[in-house]
């Protein structure tokens, strides 16, 4: 477990450091990238999830962990790749609520983070116990998205 946490915190460190020395237009754009792919892997994290809740692919705990930690990793980065308003742009899903009310985004970032922590906890107790903790993930995800998400048309 501290390997695969040491892995997380070097894989956010270099993420991070990438988008931090970059510059001009390519660091909107790189900005962009990296909270795309952030989200992306939130999305897969979520597929596997719900898959494994649904009953469609086989409960696996470490599996089920492993994608609560990704969420964890990504939702702790996530608030740091919205520095510059970009809602004009329609290669993106990010509304303009997100810089209008950016504490509040935070705060959603911040509920992910904990709920995720928590349904990883949870994983090595069983399908059930993970149901119930990812619950509240799932919960916390439809609520940003429904705040903050604009369908790319």
């Not at 915190?9 to 754009?29: I, Q």
């Not at 970032?109 to 995720?116: N, V």
């Amino acid at each position: 477990m501290e390997i695969h946490m040491a892995k997380l915190r070097l894989l956010a460190a270099a993420l991070c450091l990438g988008v931090a020395t970059t510059t001009g237009a390519h660091a909107l754009d790189d900005e962009i990238g990296a909270r795309q792919q952030l989200m992306q892997d939130i999305k897969a994290a979520m597929g596997a999830s719900v898959a494994m809740v649904k009953g469609e692919m086989e409960y696996d705990a470490k599996r089920a962990e492993l994608a609560m930690r990704t969420m964890n990793a990504a939702a702790i980065g996530l608030p740091m790749f919205f520095t510059k308003d970009n809602s004009e742009d329609l290669d993106t899903e990010a509304g303009p609520k997100i810089w209008q009310n950016m504490d509040g985004f935070k705060t959603g970032a911040g509920i992910l983070a904990g709920t995720s922590d928590a349904a990883a906890k949870k994983a090595s107790e069983g399908l059930d116990a993970f149901k119930m903790a990812f619950g509240d993930v799932a919960k916390t995800c439809k609520g940003c998205h429904s705040e903050y998400r604009v369908e790319k048309k």
